[in-house]
Structures are given as C-alpha cells and as structure tokens.
C-alpha cells in the first residue's frame, strides 16, 4: 500500500512487455538494466506518523526520479509524463503522435494502467516500442515502476519517450517520475472546472492539453475560462486546444515536444 495516498496491494506493480506480438515477460524487482535499479518498498508506521510517512515515501521516490533523469539525460530521451482523467484520450494522442512523429526520431512508450494490456496492444500496433506497467489496485506510477519498465524497454538513444499514467486526476501530480514536461489532458465532455476541482495537478503542469475540440458544438465548455482557471494556478502554463480526432491544434503539441527536447519535432501537415 502506498502511503502517502493509501492506494495499492501488498503484491507491487507488474511490468509487462508487450513490444513485438510475439510473447509478454513479467519483471520484477530484481531485474537488470541500466545500472539505477532501486528497490521500492515501502515502510510501515503508526497512524500519527502519517506526514513523516509520506515525506519519506516521497523523498525516496523523488531519489529514484533523480537517477531516472539523469540515466535518461545522459541517452538524450525526452519524457514526457501525460496524467489525465479516465477517457480524455491519452492513449489517442499517444497513437497520433507516433504515427505523425516516428518517423523523425524513436518513439517509445510506457502505458501505466491497474488492469489489462488493451491500451498497450493499441500503442504495439503503432509499431512503437512499448512497456505496460499495470498498477492493481494502485492509481499511479511512480519512479521505481518507470525504473524498472526503462530496464525491460531499454529505449534508444535520443528517443521520445510518452509516460501514460493511470487515469487520475489526484494522486499522479505527487510524484517525479524523472520526466522533463509534466502534461494534463482534458477534453470538452468533462466540464471547463477541472482545475478549479483539481488545482495541485494544474500547478505542477507544464502543459495543459483541451482535447476533443472537436465536440464543442455539442457540449458545455468555455475554453477561455478554462484556460484562465488553469493559469491562475499556474502563470506559466503553456495550453494547446486540439481534437486527436481531426487532428486540429496537433502542430501546437508537437511545438512544445520541441521545446522540451534537444531534438525538435516537424510540424506536420493535417
């Protein structure tokens, strides 16, 4: 159980490759790698030592998020974490963005998720390299499991590697995962107030993504609102509006891969 949100099982998370349609592997702890493995246990207190319990699951997990930047920094791979609500279609944008960016640099991907390989079978048929790391009961990733799926997806040098959290909109924003860009998604059927309901992950975000701009027709948002919400909570925020569907506003999000990478994307033609 994790506890600084009191998520999880006893039995930890299982890493599953799925890279080639050919076969899966069940990692563990004691895998190997690229030289940062780092157990993750967790330590156990009585209920009053609460917020020192967390401190430290948090200051561990921030260690290994460490060592996961600087082993990624040192191969030059972009990662970039994208932590949304069930349904605003991350594993969409993922998809579109290997099949209009993959052929510019490598792409891989690490689908984290509390049951079933469906969304990583979706990214495999992209042709993208791609880890699934399903949580059970837990509700996010965090450094020690994107360690642990880096040594089994090993991605190449200068890769872009796309992080699908779990879908939630709480528990994801407390953890580092060794990523350079922090990214929300959003899309118009859940309501413009998201970061008025949820203020701590839009001001950790680096980028706020409205998706299925495309269903503003037929449904109630307020892109200005909500773009104003986000960015009184965070005045640094960068915002792309976009539909992964049509494909509108994408040149918006390949921008900011861009701008967060050594290696700049090019804009493509929808």
Known sequence: MCETCGCGDTTGPRVSVVAD??????????GHGHGHGHEHDHEHGHPDHTVILEQQVLAKNDGIAVHNREWMR??????????????AGKTTLLARTIRELGCQRPIAV????QETRLDAERIRETGASVVQVNTGAGCHLDA??????LRALDPAEESLLLIENVGNLVCPALFDLGEEGKVVLIS???????????PHIFAVADLV????????????????????QARILNPAVRVAVLSTTTGEGMDEWYEWIGSRSAISPVAVDN
């Open 21 to 30: 349609g050919e076969h899966e592997q069940e990692h563990d702890d004691h």
């Open 74 to 87: 040192s191969r030059r791979i972009t990662a970039l974490n994208i932590m949304s609500s069930p349904g």
């Open 110 to 113: 690490i689908e984290g998720d």
């Open 144 to 149: 020690a499991m994107i360690d642990r799926a």
């Open 188 to 198: 118009t059927p859940e309501g413009a107030d998201k970061p008025k309901k949820y």
């Open 209 to 228: 993504v409205i998706n299925k701009i495309d269903l503003l027709p037929y449904v109630e948002f307020d892109v200005d609102a909500c773009v104003e």
